[in-house]
């Protein structure tokens, strides 16, 4: 009986590594797996302990020109997107009004949220409208308290591209839309880049415990590697075109899970003995 135990759990170790090879495969189309930073040209470079440079200009809620690095005057979580992105950013952004509206922090005394278009021809009026937008999705209490703590912003080219470049924002125009990643960048109040959030869902334990080491100024591993990316365009047919790859990888997923259950979990059949 033992022997027997013994086999069946060798076959079904066998089996599930040989069906995590389809994961492995498949998953990599979701993860940054350059070793070499140069390697990466849609994605987020890590920072970790940078220091955001002087010179980066904004446009405010108010077309009031200022430097980022006197916005930055407690912990910030900076997000990149640009308000006409017909992909991720909404999803983005909804998923930070969800966690602000349930953390026990309070946005604009603990921390802020700068919301900055990384596309230079973008203007303010549209950025306050998306604002307005996801301000909607949140309490009343919360809504009042992101009005002041959750701000967002347009720029200039030139200083787009210092402020990506400085957090490993890395991103690509296609046509008239733009290749990029869901990523959140957390930074002190003296601008040192403390922690990256990437994916769509962020929990609350992990915002704050983000927040407050940033106050600090103590920088955390990435727990969550896994970007989430835009569609992939189609400049032939001007729209966006579903990644085949990474839809391949989870149906083939699905059904080694489904086959391994049925190999493992399947009753064995009695063996007939001729008298």
């Known amino acids: ?3 027997i135990f013994l086999k069946k759990i060798n076959r079904t170790g066998a089996l599930f590594t040989f069906l995590l090879i389809p994961f492995f495969i498949f998953g990599q189309a979701a993860v940054n797996p350059a070793v070499n ?6 994605g987020v470079v890590e920072h970790l302990d940078e220091f955001l440079p002087d010179s980066i200009s904004l446009i405010n809620e108010n077309g009031e020109q200022v430097w980022l690095s006197d916005v930055i005057d407690k912990p910030t979580v900076i ?3 640009y308000y006409r992105c017909p992909g991720i950013c909404s999803p983005l952004m909804e998923a930070v009004a969800g966690v602000m509206n ?3 922090l309070v946005a604009g ?3 802020q949220v700068l919301t900055i278009s990384f596309d230079p021809v973008e203007t303010i009026d549209l950025g306050i409208r998306k604002k307005n937008n996801y301000l909607g999705l949140m309490s009343d209490e919360k809504a009042a308290e992101a009005e002041k703590g959750w701000l967002f912003y347009v ?5 787009i591209k210092r402020a990506t470049e400085a957090t490993g924002f890395r991103y690509r125009k296609t046509g008239n839309d733009y290749l990029h990643a869901a990523s959140l960048t957390v930074v002190s109040p003296k601008g040192k880049i403390t922690r990256y959030l990437n994916g769509m869902q962020f929990l609350p334990f992990e915002w704050k415990m983000a927040i407050v080491e940033a106050s600090k100024g103590q920088s955390g ?3 969550n590697k896994v970007l989430r990316f835009c569609f992939t365009y189609d400049p032939a047919g001007q729209s966006y075109v579903l990644n085949f790859t990474k839809v391949g990888g989870a149906v083939i997923m699905f059904f080694a899970v489904v086959l391994l259950l049925y190999l493992v979990l399947k009753p064995k059949k009695k063996a007939k003995y001729l008298n």
């Open 102 to 104: 349930k953390s026990e």
């Open 1 to 3: 009986m033992r022997d």
């Open 155 to 159: 720029s200039d080219s030139a200083s």
């Open 221 to 223: 591993p990435t727990m």
């Open 79 to 81: 997000n990149f997107v």
């Open 37 to 42: 930073s140069e390697d990466v040209e849609i």
């Open 109 to 111: 005394e603990d921390y």
